[in-house]
T-cell receptor, first 110, second 119 residues
């Protein structure tokens, strides 16, 4: 059975304090791994798709990396507006449904 | 309007009421999804429609009834709900839900959700 585990559940950073969020997964053939950002009371906003181990993608202060067992979302010099819940999801070769983790709630304080 | 829209944004209903949630996508996609998001739980896939045909029902109780009249619109009809059904209901769309036969990874784009409270 496909599983996605995100850690930590919650993370508090000071503005400018870089850190990483983890997404560990088990899937029977990975088609893609997705990162989304979700603000309170809103729908998830797409950030990145990673397809194969070794792949990296960047967007502003965010950088996502992928290995055969986990993905990291690195946040460099975060700002308060980066505060949100970050969701990881995997899509298996066997289908198109997304299997989500519970998310990491990030709070960046000034 | 752009992207995926959902109405209403907030809904309070009694256990004996009947209501409907509406989703519309303006992305030219052919697959649409309903998800349920409860506190402290991962997003749960409820239903999938590809080209207006339901292709997945994730063991959802019959008090939830989906309808997809065309590739741009998706409804979720609600009746005799329970308090534990209170949650954020999210609609999403993607290009073709994998039905093209191509081994492609499809990104799903989400709407803002409907916050449902069942009293």
């Amino acid at each position: 059975e496909d599983q996605v585990t995100q850690s930590p559940e919650a993370l508090r950073l000071q503005e400018g304090e870089s850190s990483s969020l983890n997404c560990s997964y088990t899937v029977s053939g990975l088609r893609g791994l997705f990162w989304y950002r979700q603000d309170p009371g809103k729908g998830p906003e797409f950030l990145f798709t990673l397809y194969s181990a070794g792949e990296e993608k960047e967007k502003e202060r965010l950088k996502a990396t992928l290995t055969k067992k986990e993905s990291f979302l690195h946040i460099t010099a975060p700002k308060p507006e980066d505060s949100a819940t970050y969701l990881c999801a995997v899509q298996a070769n066997s289908g198109y449904a997304l299997n989500f983790g519970k998310g990491t709630s990030l709070l960046v304080t000034p | 309007e752009t992207g995926v829209t959902q109405t209403p944004r907030h809904l309070v209903m009694g256990m004996t009421n009947k209501k409907s949630l509406k989703c519309e996508q303006h992305l030219g996609h052919n697959a649409m999804y309903w998800y349920k998001q409860s506190a402290k739980k991962p997003l749960e896939l409820m239903f999938v429609y590809n080209f207006k045909e339901q292709t997945e029902n994730n063991s959802v109780p019959s008090r939830f009834s989906p309808e997809c009249p065309n590739s741009s619109h998706l409804f979720l009809h609600l009746h005799t709900l329970q308090p534990e059904d209170s949650a954020l209901y999210l609609c999403a769309s993607s290009q073709d839900g994998g039905t093209s036969g191509r081994a492609v990874t499809e990104t799903q784009y989400f709407g803002p959700g409907t916050r449902l409270l069942v009293l």
